[in-house]
T-cell receptor, first 119, second 114 residues
Framework: AQKITQTQPGMFVQEKEAVTLDCTYD???????LFWYKQPSSGEMIFLIY??????QNATEGRYSLNFQKARKSANLVISASQLGDSAMYFC????????????????FGKGTKLSVKP | DVKVTQSSRYLVKRTGEKVFLECVQD?????MFWYRQDPGLGLRLIYF???????EKGDIPEGYSVSREKKERFSLILESASTNQTSMYLC?????????????FGSGTQLSVL
């Protein structure tokens, strides 16, 4: 079974509008971390934001925020005021912490969502 | 800033060749990773290493091996390249804390096996 599901293979958003990229996850580990990465056409993966499973507040980093709904096992990325430079692939990822540092503590990636920002 | 450098951006090899993909990081990170990225499949972990001479299999280790003789360098080896190993290969390094881990990625090597 997939541990990270990104149901939107592609998304369009108008410049300056907000956009939400969906991510749901599956784990029985009580301790885990959720990540979002951006991959522009250059190929480099860029870390955006992190949310720990015990964090009480939703994570925010500038124009990025993570809408963490633990009971629903969702960790959607919200980008406010989209810019043309936000056009990229976006990957949601999860690390299960219990076997921290061992082979079961790998970062597991979803298949990605391609975001296109229209001028 | 952390820098993760992959030796080649594009590589073309023939079936059966032995292929070395090199990755170097300059921030003294303990952990290094090799992923492959294929359209529609996202990133899949091949191998990772949490210390010199230590390695762990990821999700798809078959057909690959790795070497970590020095902390800063993590090499991915295709003993006998096959066409189904045509892919984008991404190296990453990280410094794990108790509550967070941020991976720093190289810019990738697009390998084509003919």
């Amino acid at each position: 079974a997939q541990k990270i599901t990104q149901t939107q293979p592609g998304m369009f958003v108008q410049e300056k509008e907000a956009v939400t990229l969906d991510c749901t996850y599956d784990t029985s580990d009580p301790s885990y971390g959720l990540f979002w990465y951006k991959q522009p056409s250059s190929g480099e993966m860029i870390f955006l934001i992190y949310q720990g499973s015990y964090d009480q507040q939703n994570a925010t980093e500038g124009r990025y925020s993570l809408n963490f709904q633990k009971a629903r096992k969702s960790a959607n990325l919200v980008i406010s005021a989209s810019q043309l430079g936000d056009s990229a692939m976006y990957f949601c990822a999860m690390r299960e912490m219990t076997n921290y540092g061992g082979s079961q503590g790998n970062l597991i990636f979803g298949k990605g969502t391609k975001l296109s920002v229209k001028p | 800033d952390v820098k993760v450098t992959q030796s080649s951006r594009y590589l073309v090899k023939r079936t059966g060749e032995k292929v070395f993909l090199e990755c170097v990081q300059d921030m003294d990170h303990e952990n290094m990773f090799w992923y492959r990225q294929d359209p529609g499949l996202g990133l899949r972990l091949i191998y990772f290493s949490y210390d010199v001479k230590m390695k762990e299999k990821g999700d798809i280790p078959e057909g690959y091996s790795v070497s970590r003789e020095k902390k800063e360098r993590f090499s991915l080896i295709l003993e006998s390249a096959s066409t189904n190993q045509t892919s984008m290969y991404l190296c990453a390094s990280s410094l794990i804390t108790a509550t967070n881990e941020k991976l720093f990625f190289g810019s990738g090597t697009q390998l084509s096996v003919l």
